[in-house]
């Protein structure tokens, strides 16, 4: 992976954890590097789930693929919460 790659995997897990943020209902007790961590993971799965669906590559924007990456990435920071509150 070049640098641009993993520049351009951190802005996109950056805005896919802060989408999925919103999502989550109530205050989030995690951090921005806590968030970013999970928007890449959830990019990455959210890519992977789409692909195994014949979803990832469309005419136009890739709205299916979108919603199912902001998806992951609100129940993984849903989850994070949880577990880091239970400390």
Do not use: C, N, Y
Request: proline share 2%.
């Amino acid at each position: 992976m070049e640098i641009s790659g993993i520049v351009s995997a951190v802005v996109i897990g950056l805005v896919i954890g802060v989408l999925g943020r919103l999502v989550v209902p109530g205050r989030q007790h995690i951090g921005v590097l806590w968030t970013i961590v999970v928007g890449i993971v959830a990019a990455l799965l959210g890519s992977a789930v789409a692909a195994g669906f014949g979803v990832a590559d469309t005419k136009g924007p890739d709205w299916i693929e979108w919603f199912i990456q902001i998806a992951l990435a609100a129940v993984g920071i849903a989850a994070l919460d949880r577990a880091l509150a239970r400390r």
